[in-house]
Structure formats: C-alpha cells, structure tokens
C-alpha cells in the first residue's frame, strides 16, 4: 500500500508524468480490463468488512475500523491527498496492541464529499467529535498525518477531555508556515515558483476504469484496489483523482499560495485554518501523552525538529519526540517498522498515564 501511496504523489504532483499514465488509461486490453475487475470486487469486499460510514453536522463522513470495538480507540487522520486506506497496512499490527483503530476520511478525500459550505480543519474535529459520540467513545487517542496532525492538534484544542493521547507525524506540533516565515523575500518567491512549475492538472476521465489505470502502478504487484478510493466522480460527471482539493486547500495558484502563507485572514477558512493554528497555545497546558514523530530528512516541507524539541522541553514527563532522519515526510511509509514500533510503545506509555489495562 505505501509503495503505491508514494507512487500515487508523484503522479499527482508530477504533471508530466500523470498526463503521460493518462494516455493509456483506455486501455482496451483484456489483462487491464479483467484487472480493474478484480479490484472492484476486492475493493467492495474490503469495504464490506471494515468501510463505515456516519453523518455529521457537516455531511456524511466515510471511515475505516478494524479490531475490537472494546480496545483502546486510536483514531488517525490522513493527510493531504490521501485517505483512510493510509492506515491499511499498519491496522493488523496495531490491532494486535490492543488498538482499536478508526481512519477517517475528511473533506474530498476518499468518500467523504466537500461540504457545500465552508469548512475548516475545526469542522473536521467536530465531525471527529459526532464519531466518537455516535459509537459511544468517550475518549481516543488521536493521530495524524502532516495536515491530518493539525487536525489533530485542532480536536484537542476544542475537546481535550475527548483526548487520551496525541500522535503527530510531522504536523500539528508547529505552526505550519513557521519555516516559511524565516525566509527572505526573494528565497520564498521561489519557493512559490518551484509550486508553480510542479502545480498539477486535474484531467478526467470517461470512466472509473480509466482514472484507476492511470495512478495503477505496474510495477507493484497485485490488483491495488485501494487506489479506487482516490478516484471518483466531479461535479460534472466526469471521473477524476481527488478532485477539486487544491480549490479547498487554495493552492490552486502561485498567488494563492503566498497569501496562505503570508495573508491568511485573507483565504478561505480550511486554508486559514491550516495557517493560523498555533500549537505553542494549543499545548501550554498539555495533560495528556504526546509522540512527536519528526522527519528530518533532505526536503522535509517541515524542518522543525528544534521547535519540536522546545516544545517537549515544556513538557519532559508527557512528551516523547523522535527523530527519523532518513524520511523526508511520510514516516509511515519510508520506515513502516520503526513507525509501527513507535506508536505501540506509546501506546504503553499512554495506558500507563491513565491506568488503563
């Protein structure tokens, strides 16, 4: 799944290469066709057993569950341009620890549709919150990843007695534009110019068949009936990859970039949202364990093992930090081992916190 997650980016991000996937996604050829059938079936199944979904304040909202409901609830929220199958390939192993394992998909991402209103990263804690509520939980630990840890951090900050403990995969534990914030003039212009000349395309696509041939990878085994979850149907009909997501998170231009950065009272609330959430407020007073899992590899978008570390002086007894040098980001998928062994042993350190067996 990971390999066909980071394959998946750089698709997306890389127009080139997803415009060239995207010439023969009409495959007519039997192998294709039967392919796409397998991973139709596969995906049904898959969601039969572990696909949910609830409504919310803001719409209806599609999750994954997987182990006993009697567990300790780990709810974990993706990040940018993902989904809730994120979590697919660590769930057995966490299950294992006596998890309880939740994935939700927030707005345009997998089933979950983009609300006909405006929304933040607070409405997706709400809609967190009417989860939790709706299955009878009274308090989780609570993960994510990059845009999904801010989502996190926003959950404790409007329900910290919803809170057993916080996961943040690189997001959520410094402000986001922070590194931004150090540039000079000329440096962030282009920062912004490099965006623009890797800014994606949207193409679409006749038919579903043709928009999951053109993220399959083929040199991945199997049928990779995941990857449906990204795909589904725009306002016109059409079908598309993840459509519409640079509209809500204001990226569509270099301009609205900058002014996510540099202006964000100025954007739409999801964008604004992302920008001005402040962890160094949100945590003054934290009560609850946290694990800090920081990417301090080449191209870390967010370079903020020093702020991390700061911050875990703080608060020594609640917070552990750990570094990974190797990942550039995506933990989970270049060091699923030692993300996987991370998490369980905080795990530990959050039964101990509460008491819990």
């Known amino acids: 799944m990971q390999k066909r997650l980071f394959i998946f980016w750089t698709l997306l991000w890389t127009v080139g290469t997803l415009n ?43 999750y994954l569950a997987w182990g006993n409901p009697g567990g300790i609830p780990f709810v974990w929220v993706h990040g ?30 997998g089933q979950t549709p983009i609300p006909p209103h405006e929304v933040s990263l607070y409405h997706v804690a709400d809609d967190v919150k009417s989860l939790l509520d709706q299955l009878g939980i009274p308090r989780a630990v609570v993960g994510g990843f990059s845009r999904g840890g ?11 007695d ?39 395309a949207e193409p679409t696509y006749a038919t579903e068949r043709e928009a999951y041939e053109a993220i399959y990878d083929p040199g991945s085994p199997g049928n990779q009936f995941e990857l449906l979850a990204w795909v589904r149907q725009d306002a016109s009909g059409r079908w598309a990859v993840t459509p519409g997501l640079f509209k ?10 900058l002014d996510n950065i540099l202006r964000p009272t100025k ?32 191209g870390d978008p967010f370079p903020f093992t020093e702020a991390n570390a700061a911050l875990r002086r703080q608060h020594p007894r609640l917070i552990t930090h750990r570094v990974y040098p190797e990942a550039a980001h995506n933990i989970h998928y270049q060091n699923p081992r030692a993300f996987t062994r991370d998490v369980i042993s905080f795990i530990g350190q959050v039964r101990r916190h509460h008491q819990l067996r």
Do not use: W
Request: proline share 4%; charged share 20%; aromatic share 12%.
């Open 267 to 298: 954007v739409p609330l999801f964008a604004a949202s992302m920008s001005l959430i402040e962890p160094r407020i949100i945590y003054r007073n934290l009560d609850v364990p946290l694990l800090i899992l920081d990417a301090a590899g080449p």
């Open 20 to 62: 060239g996937q995207a010439g023969g996604a009409g495959r007519k050829d039997k192998q294709a066709a039967a392919r796409y059938r397998e991973a139709r079936q596969a995906f049904e199944a898959y969601e039969k057993a572990h696909g949910h979904f609830v409504q919310t304040g803001n719409g209806k909202m599609h």
């Open 80 to 109: 940018s341009l993902t989904n809730g199958y994120e979590m697919q390939t660590y769930a057995d192993s966490l299950v294992g620890a006596g998890l309880y394992v939740i994935a939700i998909d927030y707005y345009g991402h």
């Open 248 to 257: 809500l998170f204001n990226l569509q231009t270099p301009a609205q970039f």
């Open 162 to 200: 919803r809170v057993l403990g916080l996961v943040l995969e690189d997001g959520g534990s410094v402000a986001t534009n922070t590194g931004y914030h150090r540039l000079t003039q000329t440096a962030l212009e282009a920062r912004v110019a490099e965006f623009e000349k890797e800014r994606p």
């Open 150 to 160: 801010y989502i996190a951090t926003a959950f404790y900050d409007a329900y910290p």
